[in-house]
């Protein structure tokens, strides 16, 4: 079966046919990937079945992997598997439930932060649970040139505490070691090293705020950019099928999870997250 890629919205996203990720790939077959998922930001890859070992090679052919700071969620033999599960054993749950519930790119409170994830769902609801995407680089591109020049140059403060001090969702705050990580500071505007796009760079679950504004200023500014980024009419919105393996690239995408499913409905999943070496 040869490689076909289609893409799901003009903006993002594609579904890539006729590769099995369960089985090393041929260089000529990574590369035909990596340009398809430098172009698409996010491919989807139906019907797989990868065990940890395949998911973590796979993974590492795009770079280093990194190791969720929420140790308990990662897979006690892998530590580079991030299980995003609401499904118990021995009354405790496999992983983080309802993880990544706000508008987000993977680790932006790391010094380094991510360059993509691989999400892979084991177990998913029979309806509900969907993961939302939207373009960072689409949404530069669609600001007015002021705004653009007002934005490149200023730098953001990012902290994983953030997503759980009411910065975004108050119901996810509960038992998270909140202080692992200091705050740390990043472009708002990211040139990417692949494509060449300006993308913004700041997020509602971990940026916290815009350094050189006055706060009111940088509440606005935030505020207007993370509600541009993702407008109804440009995000991409994935419905899960047990299977799905779905790599993004976190340099040109804000993602979030949507929890409109409940317990009786298990959602397992495995991540790796691949590190941004550039
Ligand atoms: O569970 C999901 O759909 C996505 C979770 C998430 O935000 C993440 O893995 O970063």
Same mark, same amino acid.
């Given at each position: &079966?040869?490689?076909? !890629?289609?893409?799901i919205t003009p903006i993002l996203g594609a579904e890539v046919s006729g590769v099995d990720l369960s089985r090393p790939l041929s260089n000529a077959e990574f590369d035909a990937v990596h340009r398809a998922f430098v172009t698409h930001s996010l491919l989807v890859f139906r019907d797989q079945n990868l065990s940890p070992e395949a998911q973590i090679e796979f993974s590492r052919r795009f770079g280093p992997l990194m190791v969720h700071v929420l140790k308990g969620a990662n897979l006690e033999d892998h530590p580079e598997i991030y299980r995003v599960s609401n499904v118990k054993k021995d009354g405790k749950t496999q992983g983080r439930s309802y993880a990544g519930q706000?508008?987000?790119?993977? =680790?932006?409170?790391?010094?380094?932060p991510s360059l993509g994830s691989l999400l892979?769902? =084991?177990?998913?609801?029979?309806?509900?649970?969907?993961? =939302?995407f939207a373009s960072t680089a689409h949404a530069f591109e669609t600001l007015s040139p002021t705004m653009q020049a007002m934005l490149d140059g200023l730098t953001? #403060?990012?902290h994983f505490a953030h997503a759980f001090r009411g910065g975004a969702n108050p119901a996810a705050r509960k038992g998270d070691p909140l202080d692992e990580r200091p705050p740390v500071r990043h472009p708002v505007v990211r040139t990417h090293p692949e494509t060449g796009r300006k993308c913004v760079f700041v997020n509602?679950?971990?940026?916290?705020? !815009? !350094?050189?504004?006055?706060?009111?200023?940088? #509440?606005?500014? =935030?505020?207007?950019?993370?509600?541009? &980024?993702?407008?109804s009419q440009v995000v991409l919105r994935h419905r899960w099928r047990t299977g799905d393996a779905v790599l993004w690239d976190n340099r040109a995408l804000v993602h979030r999870a949507v929890d409109d499913y409940g317990d009786d409905q298990p959602r397992h999943m495995h991540r790796t997250t691949i590190e941004d070496t550039d």
């Amino acid at each position: &079966m040869s490689l076909e !890629i289609k893409p799901i919205t003009p903006i993002l996203g594609a579904e890539v046919s006729g590769v099995d990720l369960s089985r090393p790939l041929s260089n000529a077959e990574f590369d035909a990937v990596h340009r398809a998922f430098v172009t698409h930001s996010l491919l989807v890859f139906r019907d797989q079945n990868l065990s940890p070992e395949a998911q973590i090679e796979f993974s590492r052919r795009f770079g280093p992997l990194m190791v969720h700071v929420l140790k308990g969620a990662n897979l006690e033999d892998h530590p580079e598997i991030y299980r995003v599960s609401n499904v118990k054993k021995d009354g405790k749950t496999q992983g983080r439930s309802y993880a990544g519930q706000y508008w987000h790119s993977d =680790l932006t409170y790391e010094p380094r932060p991510s360059l993509g994830s691989l999400l892979y769902g =084991l177990e998913v609801p029979e309806f509900g649970g969907d993961t =939302l995407f939207a373009s960072t680089a689409h949404a530069f591109e669609t600001l007015s040139p002021t705004m653009q020049a007002m934005l490149d140059g200023l730098t953001a #403060e990012h902290h994983f505490a953030h997503a759980f001090r009411g910065g975004a969702n108050p119901a996810a705050r509960k038992g998270d070691p909140l202080d692992e990580r200091p705050p740390v500071r990043h472009p708002v505007v990211r040139t990417h090293p692949e494509t060449g796009r300006k993308c913004v760079f700041v997020n509602e679950g971990f940026t916290v705020r !815009i !350094i050189e504004l006055e706060p009111k200023e940088s #509440e606005a500014v =935030l505020g207007f950019l993370c509600q541009h &980024m993702t407008r109804s009419q440009v995000v991409l919105r994935h419905r899960w099928r047990t299977g799905d393996a779905v790599l993004w690239d976190n340099r040109a995408l804000v993602h979030r999870a949507v929890d409109d499913y409940g317990d009786d409905q298990p959602r397992h999943m495995h991540r790796t997250t691949i590190e941004d070496t550039d």
